[in-house]
């Protein structure tokens, strides 16, 4: 008993020093030390105590713009959801009868913090397409001025990264009851209530910060893993009979996260590695699905857009040797014949580009002198890969 009193006062200061502390290793002491509290309180100090502060202070938006409220409100933000995050590692048993909870306050925060409406999201709304990388990157010039890509704990990118990851730890810790809550319809109609989550994880695809970026690809694969390219819903949705939103099956759903997946995979240069893995993996499954659901347009549409990233002559190099690694998941992961009939020049035509591309000097060797021999290198050997496998 006497633990459990001192419990809660733990608690709150190490959720302060988690939050405030300067000091990266402190933070993730002060993490573990909270993961070593919730792991030994009872169920009913977790539920009644622990738990309430995390939503209360997830729940704490602050509509202000520009103010010291407004940077307060993210703060308070951040900490509840890093507070939601650890419970759902560490008491999942606990957190799957909240799982709806947190989705719901989830949406609320993504919906304010990526400062759009829920009309703009729907998926029948027509939305420019030409240029799109370009206004990707001017997005992100942008936000390095304002320093909203910056390293500031206040920022609204900080609150973005922070609820995506938890709803990565909820899709991964909470099992059928976070599959639910994932595709909660809401309300449609409403400009209020906060849009599906899949709406929104499209919309933060194409934000500026890379971070970002990366961690809503990770969600975007933990979603896509339920589902195969045949039947775009899980079993656990198929069998609850609960109405929900499915992304894949909807009109023009496939269409515009392909869309965003090629956004983010042209912005090669300022991508992390973790981002184009999980990018790449993601577009894979969706050019597998267009086949499969668009009678092949769908597939021949974004294998061209794919196409043209690898071989744009004016931004080659890392864009070129993510496509080749792109290309190199497609063939191990799609089998059917019909599809290498109609797409395999599209690779040949890549792979081609890189080979002819490398600068050799006399004795055949890659020149030195040139930019980024290393790279180069990189690109011959996954594009002769890449051919080898088409050619069997």
């Excluded at 951040?78 to 306050?105: E, N, P, W, Y």
Aim: with cysteine; hydrophobic share 45%; net charge negative.
């Amino acid at each position: 008993l006497e633990k459990q009193a001192y419990a809660q006062l733990f608690f709150l200061a190490m959720t302060l020093q988690l939050l405030n502390d300067g000091s990266l290793k402190c933070r993730v002491k002060a993490a573990d030390v909270i993961a070593s509290l919730v792991r030994r309180v009872s169920k009913e100090l977790l539920s009644e105590q622990f738990l309430q502060f995390g939503l209360k202070w997830m729940g704490s938006l602050d509509n202000s713009e520009g103010s010291d409220s407004s940077a307060s409100s993210r703060s308070l933000v951040i900490a509840g959801v890093q507070v939601c995050s650890l419970l759902v590692q560490h008491r999942a048993d606990i957190m799957k009868r909240q799982a709806a909870t947190l989705f719901l306050l989830a949406r609320t925060a993504l919906l304010r913090y990526l400062h759009c409406r829920p009309a703009d999201l729907l998926l029948e709304a027509p939305r420019k397409e030409v240029g799109e990388e370009e206004q990707v990157e001017v997005a992100q010039e942008k936000a390095e001025e304002e320093g909203i890509a910056g390293s500031g704990e206040g920022a609204d990118w900080a609150v973005l990264y922070q609820v995506l990851l938890l709803l990565e730890r909820c899709l991964t810790h909470l099992g059928p009851a976070a599959e639910l809550a994932c595709v909660d319809p809401g309300d449609l109609s409403s400009d209020t209530s906060p849009p599906p989550l899949m709406l929104l994880v499209l919309e933060a695809l194409l934000f500026p910060h890379a971070w970002v970026r990366a961690v809503c690809c990770r969600l975007l694969l933990l979603y896509l893993s339920q589902r195969d390219v045949t039947r775009l819903t899980s079993d656990a949705i198929s069998a609850s009979n609960l109405p929900s939103f499915e992304l894949l099956t909807r009109p023009n759903g496939l269409y515009q996260l392909g869309r965003r997946l090629c956004v983010c995979l042209s912005q090669a240069g300022q991508a992390t590695g973790a981002l184009v893995e999980a990018a790449s993996a993601a577009a894979v499954f969706t050019v597998r699905a267009m086949f499969r659901q668009t009678e092949g347009d769908g597939a021949a549409w974004l294998m061209q857009r794919l196409r043209g990233v690898g071989t744009d002559s004016q931004r080659t190099g890392p864009r070129r040797l993510l496509v080749l690694r792109l290309y190199l998941l497609l063939l191990r992961e799609e089998q059917d014949p019909l599809f290498w009939t109609r797409f395999s020049h599209h690779l040949v035509e890549v792979a081609s580009r890189a080979c002819l591309s490398v600068q050799p000097a006399q004795g055949g060797l890659l020149d030195s002198s040139s930019p980024e021999p290393q790279q180069q290198q990189q690109q011959q050997q996954v594009a002769e890969e890449v051919l080898a496998l088409v050619e069997q």
